[in-house]
């Protein structure tokens, strides 16, 4: 890549299998923007040679997958509001030389539950499964959504309790570990944070969890999503997503900081669901 052309990436390990690439050539596509977006796996230099690897080529704005959603916050010189909040970064803006930190998967979650979904999120009760970097992205959106109540259900307790804390200790949130969940009731929501299904795993999870109306979302998508979204539909759920709404939805949000304009995300949704065929 020479050194003029100003060009996009995802960041991760592993990211191969990001869509990311194809969402902003399409979103480019339809603002008449032309876009460059690559994946750069870390695996080899590491998240900080990487990234800095990137910007002297000529990069100047990035998303930052798993896991390295919180390592990021200590490249940024400058994070938004809702980077702060969340203590997880997904987007990155190069500004003078440096790295501002945004988080777009939180607003991305919401929009596609509430819009896509058509759950209103206003006084429900709600179930995070995982406490990385996905999960700390997540809250505060389904925080300020309005929701009742959120149990964080981590594999480590120490993780849950630390965004519990980051949250602040309100009668709305509880921090637990995923053998304690039998003692938690059911919810209108459970989401899935954690990465568990890049292996083609998935925490044990009680029964108990749902009712007949919770919809269940993976933040995963593809293959990674369907370890929880067959067990959801096992357990006859009826409401079962995964993450793809999600994945166009914050990277609709990470355009517009990038270009200006927020792209309609429905053609490109419906164009990925019919091509990845899941
Ligand atoms: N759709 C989207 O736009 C979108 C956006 C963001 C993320 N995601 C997806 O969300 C997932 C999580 O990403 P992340 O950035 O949060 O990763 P991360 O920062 O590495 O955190 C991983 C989380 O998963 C838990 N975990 C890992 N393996 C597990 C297992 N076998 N059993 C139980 N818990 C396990 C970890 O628990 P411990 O703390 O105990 O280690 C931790 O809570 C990934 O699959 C990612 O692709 C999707």
Avoid at 51 to 68: M, Q, W
Avoid at 172 to 185: D, F, I, K, N, V
């Amino acid at each position: 890549m020479s050194r003029q052309v100003p060009h996009y990436a995802v960041f991760g390990r592993p990211v191969a299998h990001s869509l990311s690439p194809q969402i902003h050539a399409e979103f480019g596509k339809q603002c008449d923007i032309p876009v460059i977006y690559l994946r750069h796996d870390t695996g080899e230099l590491g998240l900080a040679a990487t990234l800095a690897r990137f910007a002297s080529a000529g990069g100047v704005g990035a998303n930052i997958t798993v896991p390295h959603k919180t390592e990021v916050l200590a490249l940024c010189k400058s994070l938004g509001r809702r980077a702060q909040r969340a203590g997880a970064v997904n987007t990155l803006i190069l500004r003078e030389g440096h790295w501002h930190g945004e988080n777009t998967d939180g607003i991305g979650l919401v929009r596609d539950i509430q819009l896509r979904q058509n759950l209103d999120l206003y006084q429900r009760r709600v179930l995070l499964l995982g406490a990385g970097g996905a999960a700390h992205g997540v809250a505060p959106a389904l925080l300020e959504a309005g929701i009742a109540q959120m149990v964080i259900a981590n594999r480590s307790r120490a993780r849950a309790v630390d965004l519990l804390d980051r949250l602040g200790t309100t009668d709305t949130l509880r921090a637990c570990t995923l053998q304690e969940l039998p003692e938690m009731g059911s919810f209108d929501l459970i989401v899935q944070a954690t990465s568990a299904g890049l292996d083609g795993g998935l925490p044990e999870l009680p029964p108990s969890i749902l009712t007949p109306h919770s919809l269940c979302i993976d933040l995963s998508y593809g293959r990674a999503a369907l370890p929880f979204t067959s067990w959801a539909r096992s357990q006859h759920c009826e409401r079962v997503a995964d993450g793809l709404g999600m994945l166009v939805e914050q990277a609709a949000e990470a355009f517009a900081l990038w270009h200006g304009i927020r792209p309609d995300t429905d053609p490109v949704y419906n164009k990925l669901r019919i091509s990845a065929r899941f």
